[in-house]
């Protein structure tokens, strides 16, 4: 067990030059920085995306979808704490305000993948597509990540219903 730890440390070793180089994205007016999901167990139905978003533009505009080959579909959820309940509901839309940053983060705003097509593995990149309400379609790619899949974030996800 122990030497099983520690051939996974070293893995995490190895993938942690992609993931220290968190990748910046120009789509449209958008800056979008680090678009990350954790990589998912075999049999997981669904994966999370996180990035930051900000609108350098002039004009306020909104996230209104997203999706991806990945998944059946793509969902904007945000996790709301209610004493020590996590919960998570779905956002139809998230407002960008000029010179505002909103970040999709552990705990807060959150890419919800429903049903994945196959598990997110940890070194790969997949295809995501934003859609905004004025600004139109973006696609670019999503770094999978390998650490902390049990970690803090988590509790977030408890209790979220495979569709
Ligand atoms: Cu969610």
């Given amino acids: 067990m122990k030497r099983f730890s520690s051939a996974l440390f070293a893995l995490a070793l190895l993938l942690a030059p992609g993931a220290a180089g968190a990748h910046e994205v120009t789509a449209g007016p958008f800056e ?46 945000e996790t709301v704490q209610k004493g020590e309940v996590f919960s998570m509901r779905p956002r139809e839309a998230v407002d960008l305000v000029p010179g505002d940053i909103v970040e999709f983060a552990s705990g807060g705003l959150h890419l919800m993948l429903m049903k ?42 408890r209790g979220h219903h495979g569709d």
């Fill in 32 to 77: 979008i920085t680090h678009p990350h999901s954790r990589f998912t167990p075999k049999g997981a139905p669904n994966g999370v995306v996180y990035m930051v978003i900000e609108n350098t533009g002039k004009e306020a505009d909104r996230l209104i979808g997203a999706s991806t080959p990945r998944a059946e579909r793509a969902e904007i959820h």
């Fill in 116 to 157: 994945l097509t196959q598990p997110l593995v940890a070194g790969e990149r997949y295809p995501l597509t934003l859609r905004f309400e004025k600004a139109g379609e973006f696609t670019f790619e999503v770094e999978v990540e390998g650490k902390d899949a049990a970690a803090d974030d988590d509790g977030g996800h």
